[in-house]
T-cell receptor, first 114, second 110 residues
Framework: ETGVTQTPRHLVMGMTNKKSLKCEQHLGHNAMYWYKQSAKKPLELMFVYNFKEQTENNSVPSRFSPECPNSSHLFLHLHTLQPEDSALYLC?????????????FGPGTRLLVL | EDQVTQSPEALRLQEGESSSLNCSYTVSGLRGLFWYRQDPGKGPEFLFTLYSAGEEKEKERLKATLTKKESFLHITAPKPEDSATYLCAVQARYDYKLSFGAGTTVTVRA
């Protein structure tokens, strides 16, 4: 595996379900991100982890719970979601490096909440 | 607050018909401006980073330019495989976060 991988690629869940999204990066980076992408809207940053520590929570509802056990893995735990949470969830990683820092994205998980 | 506006929202081109996409931005000190390409159902793919006004970068049929207020992505003699949504994002100095525009969806017809 190379780059940033995400599983599952597609997920359908009911409003009472609990599920988790997984992201793994194979780039040796130390920062990882969760974004939400809804149709026709800009990417919305949800969470940021630097060296396994959460450094950003962009006013995300508590029904989304991130976990970063190490610099290569990132999870997004989902529970009691709402239909408006249906979107493409993207994971990204970067290597903090002064003025030269590029984020690389995974393929995303397409989530549908019924 | 950093803002990024991309225009047009959608662009339909005939194969070989060159055109430009615009990304206007306001940011409190630019650290970098990023262009990504996104195919349907996939994650954004990194194309370029521009760091200062006057800088240009090229990749195949794509050329990105930067001024103090906007960036252009020029597509020269596009092919159907250039069809995608192109995203622009800015990163402010002393910050790692990216602020994205809504994107321009380009469709190139053979």
């Amino acid at each position: 595996e190379t780059g940033v991988t995400q599983t599952p690629r597609h997920l359908v869940m009911g409003m009472t379900n609990k599920k988790s999204l997984k992201c793994e990066q194979h780039l040796g980076h130390n920062a990882m991100y969760w974004y939400k992408q809804s149709a026709k809207k800009p990417l919305e940053l949800m969470f940021v982890y630097n060296f396994k520590e959460q450094t950003e929570n962009n006013s995300v509802p508590s029904r989304f719970s991130p976990e970063c056990p190490n610099s290569s893995h990132l999870f997004l735990h989902l529970h009691t979601l709402q239909p408006e949470d249906s979107a493409l969830y993207l994971c990204a990683s970067s290597q903090p490096a002064g003025d030269r820092e590029t984020q690389y994205f995974g393929p995303g998980t397409r989530l549908l909440v019924l | 607050e950093d803002q990024v506006t991309q225009s047009p929202e959608a662009l339909r081109l005939q194969e070989g018909e060159s055109s430009s996409l615009n990304c206007s931005y306001t940011v409190s000190g630019l650290r970098g401006l990023f262009w990504y390409r996104q195919d349907p159902g996939k994650g954004p793919e990194f194309l370029f980073t521009l760091y200062s006004a006057g800088e240009e970068k090229e990749k195949e049929r794509l050329k990105a330019t930067l001024t103090k207020k906007e960036s252009f992505l020029h597509i020269t003699a596009p092919k159907p495989e250039d069809s995608a949504t192109y995203l622009c994002a800015v990163q402010a100095r002393y910050d790692y976060k990216l602020s994205f525009g809504a994107g321009t969806t380009v469709t190139v017809r053979a």
